[in-house]
């Protein structure tokens, strides 16, 4: 039984279109350098009717004698064959192929075999284009013609139906294919169906030995147009020739196919290489045209009359879309773009001035505050009543601000600020007076007797007592400060729209008590904070006390107890004596002290003395 194939039944379809390109001249003069004279242009074939209209096909009209003149087959038939090779060297390999499909004479020149190689012009041509090239190709294999190797690197085309961006290039069979030729059948064939589509051929494991393969998935695939054209030779030399003959045609066979697949690889891994280069190159290309376009447009601009500085700012060139572009610079396009371009070039002028204005500003508060800060450093103003901002204050008043605020191109040196500095003395003194009050106020909400509700300058030295007690409410430190002393250490941070120590609060309870450990000890009002921590006294609270447990603690927790606990009004403190309470104790044979980290004493039952010693 007969089994049709497919090539037979019309299915198969062979990649024959740059190869018929290069065979169509076989028949025609072959080239000139072989018979002496340029072949003769083929008379133009009228095109075909539409349609399945009857009667002779219509003859074109002839054309006008200033068209006729303007033809290529004519210009090119005119010219020297010298001539015409020389332009053609100066042609990329893909300027070639598309000069040789523009009509037949230029095909004829191009596309045409000959016999003696060594006067093969046409041959030479693709071989300088080749050689021209940047980055440099690899070189053509030799069962490949210098056209058809062109083809497969420098486009992008099927090999068997012309559909175009097709990338991947299938390197042992020279080929490029579109998804739907490269399915079985098509063009390729898988191995194991050779014998099934082509039954007439004899043994054809041994036959595909001799045939160049690819591989895919762990199978392999043959080109189908080779299959009957080495499968006929094969044939025949297997029963006509000698079997010298075969041995030669089969060596020869499969030295070219190990040929093809040992450079199947480099060609490969070179082009990939050059395809890298080529995009570097054609980027790096890209980026110098940019750059010469971008330069041509500063340089029309800076004759308008703009600061260069200006010009190639950086919001300028990154806004604008005018200098991404690889194109020349022509008047039309500069016309459309001027006004943008100007437009940006004024704002980024605008924005440039601001900046600089801002930085001749900065620079002359800069200056300002450290003639204020010298002052503040030589002054008797304590820290406490010194605002956080203090300096930035005093920099912002009228007078300052009428020198910082000068013009920009005047100058403004440490003299300029002398008037501005006799001010100064007064504006510190107000601000002291605010925090001072401001403390005042504490007091007086916190219900301190002894300070009139308006307070005035008079009232400024119950600040400068210890019995001034401010608590913290926001740090983690639950004792007092006493006096302004301790205010000057004080450092938690300023709130946003509020005053100096606005996260302090004043405690009367804790005030009086401080007031009677004062009088317990036979201390003057006037006493201050420092003074105390260095006489390191002792108290006993006699309302949280009983006889064989005193409750002891010294100055500053006495205020912090009387500040939580709330006693009767009965109720004092006792200056207590640490050693007569250990002799008391010894006497008495009651138990020991048990100190706490606080400074709190308390006794403790069954707690030996030596503890305590």
Request: glycine share 4%; aromatic share 8%; with cysteine.
């Given at each position: 039984m007969v089994v049709p194939t497919q090539r037979k039944s019309g299915k198969?379809?062979?990649?024959?279109?740059?190869?018929?390109?290069?065979?169509?001249?076989?028949?025609?003069?072959?080239?000139?350098?072989?018979?002496?004279?340029?072949?003769?242009?083929r008379e133009p074939v009228a095109p075909a009717m539409k349609g399945k209209r009857k009667g002779k096909a219509r003859k074109p009209d002839k054309l006008p004698p200033d068209v006729e003149a303007g033809r290529l087959d004519t210009f090119f038939d005119k010219l020297p064959t010298e001539v015409i090779y020389n332009i053609f060297s100066f042609l990329h390999p893909l300027d070639l192929l598309r000069v040789a499909r523009t009509?037949?004479?230029?095909?004829s020149h191009l596309m045409a075999k000959v016999i003696a190689i060594f006067f093969d012009a046409s041959a030479r041509i693709w071989k300088a284009a080749r050689?021209?090239?940047?980055?440099?190709?690899?070189?053509?294999?030799s069962d490949q013609t210098e056209p058809q190797w062109a083809r497969l690197l420098f486009t992008t085309e099927c090999s068997n139906c012309s559909k175009n961006k097709i990338l991947s290039i299938i390197w042992a069979h020279r080929l490029r294919l579109c998804h739907n030729c490269d399915r079985d059948g098509v063009v390729l064939i898988l191995g194991a169906k050779v014998k099934w589509t082509f039954p007439d051929?004899?043994?054809?494991?041994?036959?595909?030995?001799?045939?160049?393969?690819?591989?895919?998935?762990?199978?392999?695939?043959?080109?189908?147009?080779?299959?009957?054209?080495?499968?006929?030779?094969?044939?025949?030399?297997?029963?006509v020739g000698t079997e010298k003959e075969f041995e030669e045609f089969t060596k020869r066979r499969v030295k070219e196919v190990?040929?093809?697949?040992n450079t199947s690889d480099c060609l490969a891994k070179s082009w990939a290489k050059c395809e890298r280069d080529r995009a570097h190159q054609e980027q790096k290309d890209k980026e110098d045209l940019r750059k010469s376009r971008r330069n041509e447009i500063f340089a029309r601009l800076?004759?308008?009359?703009?600061?260069?500085?200006?010009?190639?700012?950086?919001?300028?060139?990154?806004?604008?879309?005018?200098?991404?572009?690889t194109v020349p610079l022509t008047e039309s396009r500069w016309d459309m773009m001027r006004p943008t371009l100007e437009m940006a070039v004024n704002e980024a002028k605008s924005k440039h001035v601001e900046r600089e204005r801002n930085r001749v500003v900065q620079s002359r508060k800069n200056l300002a505050e450290?003639?204020?800060?010298?002052?503040?450093?030589?002054?008797?103003?304590?820290?406490?009543?010194?605002?956080?901002?203090?300096?930035?204050?005093?920099?912002?008043?009228?007078?300052?601000?009428?020198?910082?605020?000068?013009?920009?191109?005047?100058?403004?040196?440490?003299?300029?600020?002398?008037?501005?500095?006799?001010?100064?003395?007064?504006?510190?003194?107000?601000a002291s007076r605010g925090i001072q009050c401001h403390l005042l106020k504490l007091m007086i909400m916190g219900g301190a007797l002894d300070i009139k509700r308006s307070p005035t300058g008079s009232s400024f030295g119950a600040l400068l007592l210890v019995t001034a007690t401010f608590f913290c409410n926001v740090g983690s430190n639950r004792l007092p400060y006493c006096g302004v002393g301790e205010l000057d250490g004080h450092c938690c941070p300023p709130a946003k729209n509020k005053p100096k120590f606005h996260c302090l609060s004043y405690n009367r309870r804790a005030s009086s008590a401080v007031a009677a450990l004062l009088t317990e000890a036979g201390l003057d009002s006037n006493t201050t904070a420092e003074q105390m921590d260095e006489m390191d006294l002792l108290f006993s609270c006699s309302g949280c006390s009983n006889g064989s447990s005193p409750l002891v603690m010294n100055w500053r927790e006495a205020a912090r107890h009387a500040k939580t606990v709330d006693h009767s009004e009965d109720s004092g403190w006792e200056l207590f004596f640490f050693e007569e309470f250990i002799e008391e104790l010894k006497r008495a044979n009651i138990g020991g002290v048990w100190v706490y980290p606080t400074t709190e004493f308390q006794t403790k039952p069954k707690v030996p003395l030596e503890r305590t010693t």
């Open positions: 198969v379809k062979e990649a024959n279109h740059m190869e018929n390109e290069v065979e169509d001249l076989e028949d025609e003069n072959e080239y000139e350098l072989s018979h002496g004279t340029k072949p003769e242009p009509n037949r004479v230029l095909r050689y021209t090239t940047n980055p440099p190709i690899p070189k053509c294999p051929i004899e043994d054809v494991p041994s036959l595909l030995k001799l045939l160049p393969w690819s591989k895919s998935a762990s199978k392999k695939y043959y080109k189908i147009s080779e299959i009957p054209k080495i499968g006929a030779e094969w044939t025949r030399i297997k029963k190990m040929e093809i697949r800076e004759a308008l009359g703009h600061n260069p500085s200006d010009v190639r700012n950086f919001p300028v060139r990154g806004t604008i879309s005018a200098f991404g572009y450290t003639l204020v800060g010298e002052y503040y450093s030589n002054s008797n103003i304590r820290p406490a009543f010194r605002s956080h901002s203090c300096v930035r204050d005093v920099v912002s008043s009228k007078m300052f601000e009428e020198v910082i605020q000068r013009p920009t191109e005047v100058s403004v040196i440490r003299g300029d600020f002398e008037e501005a500095l006799h001010t100064v003395p007064e504006l510190a003194a107000n």
